[in-house]
């Protein structure tokens, strides 16, 4: 069985190393000339996929705008994941889960495992301690999956806990990222990313991590390539994937206008793949 980081990689290395979100946003819909309902989220999906499958390293469905229409967005979430799946296009369900035991144990298996929300990896926070991530971790090693953490987000409401001190004087970002750094070792290329932020102003030492580092907040939200480069820099360039999703997805519904989109932005961040 291949592992996430190993089809990661390839997948970076044959597309480049974007990330393209699908977030279903009330807004959206309405520039979409689309119904703020099930019927609008799933003609949103569809176009996504048509735009974006077979394009990208990675698409990353924001699962709480399709949760937020109960049943039906979750039906139509779980056909978006299989048919993406069902392409080879890697899925990460930005779910952003964390929670402790037999809670934390079905979390995982939602996410992590053979039923219709399985996807190849999933976004978790580590927040109530990284120990409490065993269940996803544990999981996703066994199934071929990957998991990225939370460790150092652009909100300025994270640095409250993000940017605290542990005993041991590092900062508990760091602390996450050090941690997912010891299960990487040993791989090739870790399954075990992490997610940082694209404008912080500074960010955790990420050059044990060997796994790929998840960073949002580039395009709509201000960050480029300059922005990358400030924060990472060496040989852990190549294990960037910027994750954009408005300033791509404003350029639609067209398919035709989106996949420009895709490809401009690729070209931009073709130098982390050089």
């Known amino acids: 069985m291949k592992t996430f980081g190993h089809r990661l990689r390839h997948s970076m290395h044959h597309f480049g190393p974007l990330c393209v979100g699908i977030d279903p946003h009330p807004e959206l819909l309405t520039a979409w000339g689309l119904t703020d309902d099930v019927e609008g989220v799933e003609k949103f999906a569809e176009i996504c996929v048509e735009a974006f499958d077979g394009t990208v390293a990675l698409i990353k469905p924001q699962v709480a705008f399709f949760e937020a229409y109960g049943s039906g967005g979750i039906a139509v979430l779980e056909r978006t994941i299989e048919v993406l799946r069902s392409s080879g296009t ?136 300059e922005s990358v480069r400030a924060l990472v820099s060496g040989p852990m360039l190549r294990a960037v994937v910027p994750a954009v999703s408005r300033e791509v997805l404003r350029a639609g519904p067209a398919v035709s206008a989106l996949r420009a989109k895709v490809g401009a932005l690729q070209e931009e961040f073709g130098f982390l793949q050089a």
Do not use: C
């Open 90 to 225: 890697l899925v990460l369900s930005d779910a952003k889960r964390g929670d402790i035991g037999s809670t934390m144990d079905a979390y995982a298996r939602t996410w992590l495992g053979d039923g219709p929300l399985g996807s190849d990896a999933v976004t978790v926070s580590p927040y109530l301690g990284f120990g409490s991530l065993a269940p996803a971790l544990t999981l996703a090693d066994g199934n071929g999956r990957g998991v990225f953490v939370l460790a150092a987000t652009s909100n300025p409401e994270g640095a409250q806990v993000q940017r605290a001190f542990a005993a041991d004087g590092r900062t508990l970002a760091q602390t996450m990222v050090d941690e997912a750094a010891a299960r990487n070792a040993g791989h090739e290329f870790g399954s075990v990313g992490v997610v940082v932020g694209a404008t912080l102003a500074e960010a955790p030492d990420l050059s044990n991590l060997n796994g790929p580092v998840l960073m949002p907040g580039v395009g709509a939200q201000g960050g480029g390539p």
